[in-house]
């Protein structure tokens, strides 16, 4: 709200207070009084990156900024990150710590961590961190992902871990936010304002940042770099006309079911997660994200005749036991929409993604980002304001 006016400002601590008159702020500290002299910081963020633009929502604006966000972080970001796997390699016991579709970027980085650079996280929902505390010690690091850095179950679990010493360090879209400002260290995920209510460039945002910490940690960090710029141009590849009329084609034929199912197993287990997010929060279809495998212990009860099953199906380790799981709800009357680099006989809708390695995931997210759209606009609704959900979530 106030890019318009000024870039300058000043990040108001607790316990603080300011009178603002015509020409003059006076800060002072509430308790004693006692003034306070403002260190004024520079906002990056222009009003043009802050408004529609040729875009009807903030959404779908979001969502094509993508590919050129990634190629920012690509270019920008290691050495931050190279500077934070230096602090997780040194800590005994490293967390992560988000919520919604942040806590999916979490999952989507222990299974990063492992696979790239063979080394174990701990991943926490922001609500669940505290039952966690137990665990901490002054070696512990952690780091807390957040868009808004303003998310209560997030600041919480936070505080709770500095005062256990722990090492803080922050993943976080909104520099000079309360997360930004707690944390030891911090990268900044520098995708721009981000005012959708549902997540989407600050998400791929996340997991790009991930990706490159996971290859910083294994002393490989242009690997990470290559990785993401290939993710970008997949990206963009998806969000070409003919792409896009392919998904409101699909759109059109979903949008009068009551349940969606959607599955993966890897890094595409998160990606199932975060399908079924943005699904249910703008279009308002129920959407059920599950790890493929399982399946069988009890979901695939509920699959019938014509009931919408979307599967991730990158070209990794996870192919064929995804594919097994596909098979499982076909049998059973499933309308399989596969999401690959490769189409199958059992798809009876489908949507290719190019194969970029481990980078996949990004694109396979944007699929999901732009379901839930274009099945909220076909359902009428608006995606830029979900009915019940706010932006920054900061109450308990
Ligand atoms: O600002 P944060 O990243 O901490 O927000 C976390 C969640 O509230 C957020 O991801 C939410 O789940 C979004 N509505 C997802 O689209």
């Known amino acids: 709200a106030i890019l318009p006016h000024t870039k300058r400002v000043y990040f108001l601590e607790d316990g603080e207070m300011a009178v603002v008159e015509d020409h003059t702020i006076h800060i002072t500290n509430a308790r004693t009084g006692a003034r306070i002299k403002p260190r004024v910081q520079k906002l990056t963020w222009s009003v043009a990156q802050a408004e529609k633009g040729k875009y009807p929502f903030y959404m779908l604006k979001e969502i094509h900024e993508q590919p050129a966000a990634l190629e920012q972080i690509a270019?920008?970001?290691?050495?931050?990150?190279?500077?934070?796997?230096?602090?997780?390699?040194?800590?005994?016991?490293?967390?992560?710590?988000?919520?919604?579709?942040?806590?999916?970027?979490?999952?989507?980085?222990?299974?990063?961590?492992?696979?790239?650079?063979?080394?174990?996280?701990?991943?926490?929902?922001?609500?669940?961190?505290?039952y966690h505390l137990d665990f901490l010690t002054p070696k512990s690091a952690l780091l807390a992902v957040s868009q808004s850095g303003e998310t209560m179950d997030v600041l919480e679990g936070v505080k709770k871990a500095k005062e256990k010493n722990a090492t803080i360090m922050a993943l976080v879209n909104v520099v000079g936010s309360t997360l930004y400002r707690i944390a030891d260290d911090r990268i900044p995920i520098g995708v721009g304002p981000e005012k959708g209510v549902a997540s989407t460039k600050a998400l791929t945002g996340m997991i790009a940042h991930l990706i490159l910490l996971s290859y910083a940690l294994d002393g490989r960090g242009s690997e990470g770099v290559a990785a993401l710029k290939h993710a970008s141009e997949a990206t963009r590849a998806l969000l070409s006309t003919?792409?896009?009329?392919?998904?409101?084609?699909?759109?059109?034929?979903?949008?009068?079911?009551?349940?969606?199912y959607v599955i993966g197993r890897g890094l595409s287990y998160p990606t199932s997660l975060e399908t079924a997010l943005k699904i249910k929060e703008i279009s308002y279809i129920h959407a059920e994200g599950m790890a493929a495998g399982e399946l069988k212990h009890g979901t695939l009860a509920l699959v019938e005749k014509g009931t919408p099953c979307i599967v991730f199906l990158p070209n990794d380790e996870t192919y064929g036991a995804s594919l097994a799981g596909a098979m499982e709800m076909k049998a059973r009357g499933g309308k399989i929409i596969g999401i690959s680099h490769k189409p199958h006989e059992i798809f009876d809708e489908y949507i290719p993604v190019r194969d970029t390695g481990v980078a996949t995931i990004i694109p396979n997210i944007v699929v999901g980002q732009l379901l839930g759209y274009y099945l909220a606009i076909e359902r009428g609704f608006d995606p830029d304001k979900p009915r019940n959900l706010a932006k920054s979530v900061t109450v308990k």
């Open 242 to 260: 003919p792409m896009i009329k392919k998904v409101v084609d699909l759109v059109r034929v979903l949008k009068n079911y009551n349940h969606i």
């Open 75 to 130: 270019a920008t970001s290691l050495p931050y990150t190279k500077r934070i796997a230096q602090a997780i390699k040194k800590s005994y016991g490293a967390y992560l710590v988000g919520c919604g579709s942040a806590a999916y970027a979490c999952i989507a980085g222990e299974y990063l961590f492992s696979k790239i650079a063979r080394r174990h996280v701990n991943v926490a929902i922001g609500s669940e961190f505290g």
